[in-house]
Nanobody, 127 residues
């Protein structure tokens, strides 16, 4: 069993930055590919970014490329999402997820087959 707890959300003005964290407890953290997803009010869940177990590989959704950066610190069992140049349309609840088996682009875009999900942290970007 793996527990995921997100933190770092809040209210920020457009153009600002935030760093989200997702702490993991339980089994060996490096065994898990980690991803961030978001869900805005009234919209479907959207893939944001993913990172390999070693941290050597990353993958981003088109809407956040060049603005968001995913990273992980395996010594701290934590994955981060740096959000820069925020826009009002980035407003959403951000969730982290863990997957133990390989996951290609279609898998990440759909968000299917994740082994664990966190409770989410709210990011609100004001205009």
């Amino acid at each position: 069993q793996v527990q995921l707890v997100e933190s770092g959300g809040g209210l920020v003005q457009a153009g600002g930055s935030l760093r989200l964290s997702c702490g993991a407890s339980g089994r060996t953290f490096t065994n898990y590919r980690m991803g961030w997803f978001r869900q805005a009010p009234g919209k479907e869940r959207q893939f944001v970014a993913a990172i390999s177990g070693s941290g050597g590989g990353t993958f981003y959704g088109d809407s956040v490329k060049g603005r968001f950066t995913i990273s992980r610190d395996n010594a701290k069992n934590t994955v981060y999402l740096q959000l820069n140049s925020l826009k009002p349309e980035d407003t959403a609840v951000y969730y982290c997820a863990a997957r133990s088996t390989p996951c290609g682009s279609s898998c990440w875009f759909s968000g299917s087959g994740m082994d664990y999900w966190g409770e989410g942290t709210l990011v609100t970007v004001s205009s």
